[in-house]
């Protein structure tokens, strides 16, 4: 039962499938990944301090 239904899902499927962009095969997929420990990441947005 399971060979023939294997069988007809593989007849029946689309031939370019819809993938959700953050699921591996994705076009966003690994786009930003994490950065390396070791590097700090500073949001002062410009506001740095003048000694």
């Not at 023939?4 to 499938?17: C, F, L, M, S, V």
């Not at 962009?21 to 506001?47: C, H, M, Q």
Request: proline fraction near 14%.
């Amino acid at each position: 039962m399971i060979a023939a239904g294997e069988a007809t899902y593989n007849k029946w499927r689309h031939p370019d499938p819809y993938i959700v962009p953050w699921a591996p095969g994705g076009s966003k997929f690994t786009r930003n990944p994490v950065p390396p420990s070791g590097i700090e990441i500073l949001y002062d947005y410009g506001r740095e301090e003048n000694d």
